[in-house]
Every structure is written in C-alpha cells, then in structure tokens.
C-alpha cells in the first residue's frame, strides 16, 4: 500500500510503527513529554508511546500548550519519527518550527485524511521527505 501525504513540515524520510489514534488528544496534559507516554486517564491508547512512531492523529484537541509540549518531546528524543495530520494545527506545529530553529532534529509533519490514517494502524511505515507513505 502506498498514499501521498501533503507535506506540513518538511523533514528527512522516517520510519515506525504507525500508532494511529482513535481519539483526538491534547499534547497539554494529555502526553508525559518527558517520556511520550500517552498519560490522559480518558484516552483509549492511555499507556502507549509516540516516541519514535509514525503518529496519526484523526485530530487534536486544542491548546496554546501543545507547541511547548511537541517541543519539549523533541529536546528529550521523545517525539514521534513523523506526524500524520488530519488537518493542519498550527499550534502543534509551531513546537517543530521551534525545535528546527534551535537546530534539533525535528520529524517532518504531513497531512493524511482520518480515514486513510485508520488503515496503517499498527503496520510498519516507510515515509519519504515528498510524503509517499509504504506500509508493509
């Protein structure tokens, strides 16, 4: 299976797991950012890590925070090996541009619609910088 995926923030082509989320989550409160745990008692994948996943997120529940935590993930070599997106969050994403500017290494970011996310679930992923995605 291959799928394009519109680049949000480019990056260097990525590989993992794909922990594609059922729910939508807050990064504030809602993932350990010194670990990538997801910690939010409500959350169905409560207890998974994003670190070095290909995250999907069917969504994002909003907070001014959010940036600061992705951020944070980055620094501690806690964040996920590339972002797929429902729809863009700005907010979110402004954690990456930050980290890029500080010269870290940061994953790209793409958008993927929920539906074609829910299909990579659990499959090996290939991403490369142009946003082809190969699922094994």
């Not at 989320?21 to 994948?45: C, K, M, N, Q, Y």
């Not at 890029?100 to 074609?116: K, Q, S």
Request: charged share 15%; proline share 7%.
């Amino acid at each position: 299976m291959v799928l394009k995926a519109e680049i949000l923030i480019p990056g260097a082509a990525a590989s993992g797991r794909c922990l594609a989320l059922t729910a939508p989550i807050s990064f504030w409160g809602g993932v350990d950012p010194r670990s990538g745990a997801i910690i939010d008692a409500r959350h169905p994948e409560r207890g998974q890590s994003i670190a070095g996943t290909v995250l999907a997120l069917p969504g994002t529940i909003g907070s001014s925070s959010a940036s600061a935590v992705l951020l944070e993930l980055v620094h501690a070599g806690h964040a996920p090996a590339a972002l797929l997106l429902d729809a863009p969050d700005a907010i979110l994403l402004l954690g990456l541009i930050v980290a890029r500017e500080m010269g870290w290494p940061v994953p790209p970011a793409f958008r993927l619609a929920a539906r074609d996310q829910i299909a990579l679930a659990g499959r090996e992923l290939a991403v490369s910088s142009d946003g082809l995605i190969t699922a094994n």
